[in-house]
């Protein structure tokens, strides 16, 4: 089974307005984290925000928030008042603390985000 | 710089060659990481190295990749007897440790073989 699951390959959303990124997660372990970054077409991977699975309250990080639903697993990445420079790639990735190993990151295929003018 | 520099940016091959790449991870920075990108694909995990631990080699795909770090340094990633499916782009990361720490990501070797 897949461990990190992005359902969108592609979303459109207009200057200014909100979107939301979905991300849903596969783990047996209690602690894990859960990373959003952010792939331009530069190439280069930026750190967006981090999810832990004790955190009381769900991260934000200026324009960056993550909507977290435990039972659910899912880590959904909410941008607001998009901006063109939001035009991206942008991954949802999983740390798991016990199984397997307790230190890469296991990432999700994506989604490819573009902001209309 | 301030940030994790990986070399060469581009490397273009011959099928059969070896090929190194390189990383340089953010100073002070304990835990360094290799993945692999395919076109259009998300990241695959290759090796980790932490400290002066062994490293977690789970990710390679054949024996003909290899990866060696000494101490909290430089790290190299070779591949043997390069294959067209080796082509993708090479991403190295480094964090300060594990746990809520981001990796911080290098800007990647693009590996084209031909």
């Known amino acids: 089974a897949q461990k990190i699951t992005q359902t969108q390959p592609g979303m459109f959303v207009q200057e200014k307005e909100a979107v939301t990124l979905d991300c849903t997660y596969d783990?047996?372990?209690?602690?894990?984290?859960l990373f959003w970054y952010k792939q331009p077409s530069s190439g280069e991977m930026i750190f967006l925000i981090y999810?832990?699975?004790?955190?009381?309250q769900n991260a934000t990080e200026g324009r960056y928030s993550l909507n977290f639903q435990k039972a659910r697993k899912s880590a959904n990445l909410v941008i607001s008042a998009s901006q063109l420079g939001d035009s991206a790639m942008y991954f949802c990735?999983?740390?798991?603390?016990?199984?397997?190993?307790?230190?890469?990151?296991?990432f999700g295929s994506g989604t490819q985000l573009t902001v209309l003018p | 710089g301030a940030g994790v520099s990986q070399s060469p940016s581009n490397k273009v091959t011959e099928k059969g060659k070896d090929v190194e790449l390189r990383c340089d991870p953010i100073?002070?920075?304990?835990?360094l990481y290799w993945y692999r990108q395919r076109l259009g694909q998300g990241l695959e995990f290759l090796i980790y190295?932490?400290?002066?631990?062994?490293?977690?080699k789970s990710g390679l795909p054949s024996d003909r990749f290899s990866a060696e770090r000494t101490g909290e340094s430089v790290s190299t990633l070779t591949i043997q007897r390069t294959q067209q499916e080796d082509s993708a782009v090479y991403l190295c990361?480094?964090?300060?440790?594990?746990?809520?720490?981001?990796?911080?990501f290098g800007d990647g070797t693009r590996l084209s073989i031909l």
């Open positions: 783990t047996s372990d209690q602690s894990y984290g």
């Open positions: 990735a999983m740390r798991e603390a016990l199984s397997g190993s307790a230190r890469q990151l296991t």
């Open positions: 990361a480094s964090s300060l440790g594990v746990g809520r720490q981001p990796q911080h």
């Open positions: 190295f932490q400290g002066n631990s062994a490293p977690d």
């Open positions: 100073s002070g920075h304990t835990a």
């Open positions: 999810q832990g699975s004790y955190d009381e």
